[in-house]
């Protein structure tokens, strides 16, 4: 892990955000957020729709430019381009699928690491982690849905990031694919790698998460353990209450 | 499409071999038209990757054609002394594939930021453009265009051979160069970014492809393939001239395209055959008719336009993915409906 020197003992977190704010013509998505995320540590992000939850992602992607604060990744600025975000050791799903429907299975994970020596091997133990090493040659789109988010999984863990960002990666699956998907983060953080996640299950997000920040209409709301989190008055009002009693 | 880079060079050297040996059973004219069909399958078969791969409509693929012709000339001047006279075809095709991947390029970077109906737009207006181009500046030989020496067949197979069987091997040569190049790049990496960067430019940017660089390179590799066949049609025709490479000929192109099934290269030599065999197969129809010579003349050249309008809005409906996806589409259902061989017998 890297660290600020000797100065200090901290380490450094992978991923550093700071007084970050976003702004779309006159709306402020994101007003002066800040989050850290440690190696090894998974963390989640939740609020009510259009709270700025993949404004923050987009920011960290470089897909968004912010109006004010800094990003981080291991003490340096983030890149400044999405395509730099993968030689960087980050990696990030999107929100939805987020699979290229005219490749195939192998060619949707190859993607990631064509300019990486043995791509083809790598390409095929991501797809083994995920469960769909038997399903490398097939048309993406003959996969059930849960299949095709697995295999959007497989591409990001292909390059082997240090920082894994996932944007819903839980939404549109069933309980036993829920369970699956949370032991795969926990493996992957186990190896070291900071996992911050967007997420509207909140049993998921209880279940996996060692942190859980809060965001409503573009603030940090709260921030903390699952359980603080959960029993977070401002947080029930804002979000929370309605999810816990569904 | 995707076959390693062994079985593509395979696949071409095997398929100009047999094409090569086909020119003897046809007789001059089929070899000249022969040779019009692989100049247009270059032009047809780089737009069909650039279209099917990465989601670029280009109107302007005539432009580049005539890039290539007007490459062509300036390459075998450049060759003129410079160069055995056997070597300044060759040195004219270079030239043409530099000179049109140069304009593409250009177009390219311009086309990179835009989307859809803005970058036809754009190759549309290079099209309308190239007459005034052309008339304004003298070097390019005004409406005549310009004319190359002509070049009859080498010494050593002036016996063997006719001069349009000559053009045809050239022509057939130039196309399996092209071909082969098309087939490994959309089989390699680059195949998979271009696919990538069509099917959703935030999803490749994450996995680390810069959209506009992939999306310029696939440009710059059609704009070469259509020089290639610019410098063909420029050599089989000893000249290049800007009236033929008109707005027609850019959307003929990307009706053969669409005709063969885009993003398909097999399909692509359909496409190239009907954009230089349908215009002479109606020209053979309407001349046994004894129509009047008023007549006559109008349909001369409207009727196939009228055609391809005709059969292009008929397969989009029949068959979407072309001739070729409708030819494997009838393959496979034969195989399925085709009687088990019984392999036991009841006594």
Known sequence: ?246 | MNQNPRRIVLLTVGGLVVALAGTFLLDPYRNYLLALVAAHLCAIAGLSLLIGRTGQLSLGHAALMAAGGYGYVAGVKLGDGAVPDGLQPVLGLIVAVVTASVVGLLLGLAGARLHGPYLAGLTLAVVLALPALTSQIPALGGDQGLMVPFRSVPQALSSLIALEQWQAWIALTVVAVVLGVLATVDAGASGIRMRAVRDDEVAAALAGIRPGRIKVQAFVLSAAAAGAGGGVLCFVDSGVRPGGYGVTLSLLLVVGVVVGGTGRLAGAAIGAALVVLLPWLIGLGTSGLDLPAEAAQRLDGNLAVLVFGLLLIGLTVAAPTGALGLLTRAGASRKRSAPSIPTTSKD
Request: hydrophobic residues 45%; glycine residues 14%.
């Open chain 1, 1 to 246: 892990m890297a660290t600020h020197g000797a100065a200090t003992e901290r380490p450094v977190p992978r991923l550093r955000i700071q007084g970050l704010g976003v702004r779309f013509g006159g709306l402020d998505a994101l007003v002066d957020v800040g989050l850290e995320v440690g190696d090894g540590e998974v963390v989640g992000l939740i609020g009510p729709n259009g709270a700025g939850k993949t404004t923050l992602f987009n920011a960290v992607c470089a897909l968004v430019r912010p109006s004010t604060g800094t990003i981080e990744t291991a003490g340096v600025p983030a890149p400044g381009r999405p395509d730099r975000l993968a030689a960087a050791g980050i990696a990030r799903t999107l929100q939805g699928l987020g699979v290229l429907p005219g490749l195939s299975v192998l060619e949707n994970v190859l993607v990631s690491v064509l300019d990486r020596p043995d791509r083809n091997g790598r390409a095929r133990v991501a797809l083994e982690r995920v469960g769909l090493g038997a399903r490398s040659g097939d048309p993406v789109g003959a996969l059930p849905y849960p299949e095709q988010k697995r295999v959007a999984l497989a591409r990001a863990l292909a390059t082997g990031p240090s920082l894994l960002l996932l944007d819903e990666p839980a939404g549109g699956l069933g309980p036993a694919d829920v369970l699956d998907l949370s032991t795969t983060i926990r493996e992957v953080a186990a190896g070291g790698c900071a996992v911050l996640l967007v997420e509207h299950h909140v049993d998921f997000v209880m279940g996996v998460c060692d942190r859980v920040v809060v965001l409503d209409f573009g603030r940090v709301i709260a921030t903390g353990r699952p359980e603080e989190v959960r029993r977070d008055p401002a947080v029930e009002e804002a979000y929370l209450g309605l999810a816990v009693d569904r």
